[in-house]
């Protein structure tokens, strides 16, 4: 049946995109998250169009045979991650900018289109494709559509999500689903759309996307601010949300973050006082109004207690001040193996989000430095430890376990951005609750009955 | 059996929520799209709390009678309208605006809620929910869920569906299903919230929704231009657009539009030469930064041949300006009975919507006045016709339809805000094609197998 299966995938497809290699499937068979499970593939196929997509999961669905969609493997989740004797279908090769349409606003494209590809092509036309995973320089559209991927953008404009207005997809039947619109506005039946951006490969395979885009913003305007504690940070960043500033970035690091970026980076944040926090804040409108957003934005952060504060309008030295929050995790790696939650809890409660994972760290005996998206409660604690001490990898597991309790206890979600995959799908459950879950399974039975497409990823059936 | 069901509501939802008065009756049984059928229901039911709403769903689950869920009825669809025998369930009496929490920026609100009310109560606290469908001032927020209501914000801020969190719905086995969220982000499961935002009422009834919300923005400043043709006019929406400018309102009234208005309002708009169109546009950022934008705006407009241009930062001035839009349906309606359609174009193809309308125009021998929300390419083209006269309304409604055809043969949807209902459902089979029906059908026999929830609208089962 399998041996049946690999001669019609290469008589479709062709030899080239059929590998069955071990070595190299193994390099196709997890993404970024280590401590998902992974199966070993029957094979890996890489389709060069939506017609190849769709032998490719006509051949499988007959075959009985799994498919688990990927795209780069930048995910965080496993949920590209294989299971035994799957099909991994690939599908960077459909790497093709459509069109881009400078005065309807709109790109047509691929999913195997890199992210950062898609941003310089549109920035020609003085466009902005906002999503900016940290991956954006080797993750694809398609990764980030079926993920829903976030960024630091999201705080101003918003998840991926908000940027589709249509989809091209291949259903487990064979048959081709276009969903949504060119249109800015629509409401021709259900949003079909946004059920399949964000499903992690569970409901279809994407081989198109139309994309809205927006006006290329200004060069951006940084504001550093430094506080004694985290709370004060906490409070000072509910200040801006109530002042009513949407700043295009709003990043908040720790005291266990900023001992390790100082460490790292060889050099002083000059943040003062121990326990201290750091604020990092951007503004893209530009000029006087740029100016202005960041004078209130630093009034909030004096009035939280703030004890310093610097902004420029240079992005060089914009860049300069921004690269202690884009080395953040990079510091962290250097001091051991990394564990990072993805917890979101309402903006209010960042402080007690960090002094609670402080309580968290001194009880497993292990470094838990807090980095997020301070703008918009999407956290990233990140449980270092030493996976070759004994007893380490299981205390961090507890920590990790840990902070997503501790951000569903505080009116959170258990993923804010990466997902839950092959790794949280109890989590999942926990969050949603059985009805919850039953719908989920209700949706996934009607349009996957054989449950083709990633099967065990995100929930069971 | 009907009789068993009647006992059986008045005693779970006492006597006063259950109507059969026949007159009563009548004022429920349909929305305000006199074109769409409308059926007699068995009763009118009004519970007063999410209880009271599943209690109803029960009870007419068990007895096999279906449930028309509605709120103020100021829908364009019928997506309201009864079916014979149904129980209408209307949830004007959950009207509680349950929490504000400015420092997270979103409301809790039941369904029952007027758009209005929310948007003084949140204005209250220097907050701001954008949708503002035209009846805001008695529509309910469940129904704008309901629908994904649009309005004229959306060139800017977006439809009803972008201010969604999270929902609480009752579905059709009774089961309570809480979708999405309080943060700003969260990618655990399925994007459920939007698959029930605007889906008319045919998956369950919403009885809580969790709305984020803006800052209030500043007073608006308004700018009106005056074009010689319709070309012109569209020419300036692509302008406008690819300059990057992003107004909080943008809206086209075309030659026959502003006749009317200006018969209705007895005065001269001062647009110039015959068969021109006007553009009226806002922006809402305040002082320096909103003279910029409309000064962009302007040179746009002068840029495609715009014959007058006036800009004024006085609010109640602004308001003046804005009267010939707001009236625009009144004084087509003054000129006789109205059918009004709702396609969405990209923007690019505004001046062909407005060209095409008045061909068809001329076809049926009756006025075709073209007035919407040109930011998004949203267009209200109207057929006005004297319904006593033999044959017009039949020609009335091959305009309607030419209309329609019009729109999807320009890349468009056959409705951008109004919905499908009980009287577009040949259209929308026609926009999104078997597929997209057939995974239509999947997901409502998924989550209402029994065919409970508003049968026949926007498709058949």
Redesign the interface.
């Known amino acids: 049946m399998s041996n049946a299966l690999l001669d019609r995938l290469r008589a479709e497809l062709g030899g080239e995109a059929v590998v069955t290699d071990s070595d190299v499937m193994a390099t196709y068979s997890r993404d970024q998250m280590p401590l998902a499970p992974a199966g070993t593939p029957l094979a890996v196929v890489s389709p060069e169009d939506a017609e190849g997509v769709r032998a490719a999961v006509r051949a499988c669905a007959e075959a009985g045979v799994p498919v688990v969609p990927r795209g780069a493997g930048s995910g965080l989740s496993g949920a590209a991650n294989a299971v035994d004797g799957c099909v991994v279908l690939v599908t960077t090769k459909l790497d093709r900018i459509v069109e881009i349409?400078?005065?309807?606003?709109l790109a047509v494209v691929q999913p195997g289109v890199v992210n950062q590809a898609l941003r310089d092509a549109v920035a020609k036309h003085?466009l902005f494709y906002p999503p900016d995973p940290s991956s954006y320089e080797w993750c694809t559209v398609g990764g980030n559509l079926a993920?829903?991927a976030?960024g630091l953008c999201?705080?101003k404009y918003g998840?991926t999500?908000?940027f589709v207005l249509g989809l091209e997809v291949v259903?487990a039947d064979g048959?081709?689903?276009?969903?949504g619109?060119?249109?800015?506005?629509?409401?021709?039946?259900?949003?079909?759309t946004?059920?399949f951006?964000?499903?992690e490969g569970t409901l279809g395979v994407i081989t198109e996307a139309t994309l809205s885009l927006r006006?290329?913003p200004q060069a951006p305007a940084t504001l550093v601010a430094a506080f004694p504690s985290a709370s004060a940070a906490g409070a000072a960043v509910?200040r801006i949300?109530?002042?009513?500033?949407?700043p295009s970035l709003l990043e908040i690091m720790d005291a266990a973050t900023i001992d390790a970026v100082q460490t790292y980076l060889r050099t002083d944040l000059g943040t003062g006082s121990q326990g201290g926090a750091l604020l990092l804040c951007q503004s893209d409108?530009g000029g006087?109004?740029a100016a202005a957003e960041l004078a209130a934005v630093e009034s909030s952060c004096r009035d939280a207690g703030a004890e310093m504060t610097y902004h420029t309008t240079d992005p060089g030295e914009g860049d300069l001040l921004m690269r202690a929050r884009r080395v953040a995790l990079t510091a962290l790696e250097s001091m051991g193996s990394c564990m990072t939650d993805d917890v979101?809890?309402?903006?209010?409660r960042i402080a007690e989000l960090v002094t609670g994972c402080e309580r968290i760290a001194d009880d497993v005996g292990l470094t838990v430095a807090v980095v997020g998206?301070a703008?918009?409660?999407?956290m990233h604690p990140t449980v270092v430890y030493d996976p070759t001490a004994e007893g380490e990898f299981d205390r961090a597991k507890r920590a990790f376990d840990a902070i997503l309790d501790l951000g569903l206890s505080l009116?959170?979600?258990?993923?804010?951005?990466?997902?839950?995959g092959r790794f949280?799908q109890e989590?999942?459950a926990r969050?949603?609750?059985a009805?919850?879950l039953?719908?989920?399974r209700?949706?996934k039975?009607?349009?996957d009955p054989g449950n083709l497409f990633n099967p065990g990823s995100?929930?069971s059936l």
Chains 1, 2 share one sequence.
């Open positions: 349409d400078p005065d309807n606003r003085g993920t829903n976030g999201c705080v998840v999500a908000d259903l048959s081709v689903l276009r969903t619109r060119r249109t800015v506005k629509g409401v021709a039946g259900y949003d079909l946004r059920l951006v964000g499903s006006p290329l509910s949300v109530r002042e009513g500033v949407v409108t006087a109004q979101c809890v309402p903006r209010t998206h703008g918009d409660g999407n009116g959170g979600t258990v993923t804010g951005e990466h997902g839950v949280k989590w999942l969050e949603i609750g009805v919850g039953d719908v989920h209700r949706i039975r009607a349009l995100m929930f």
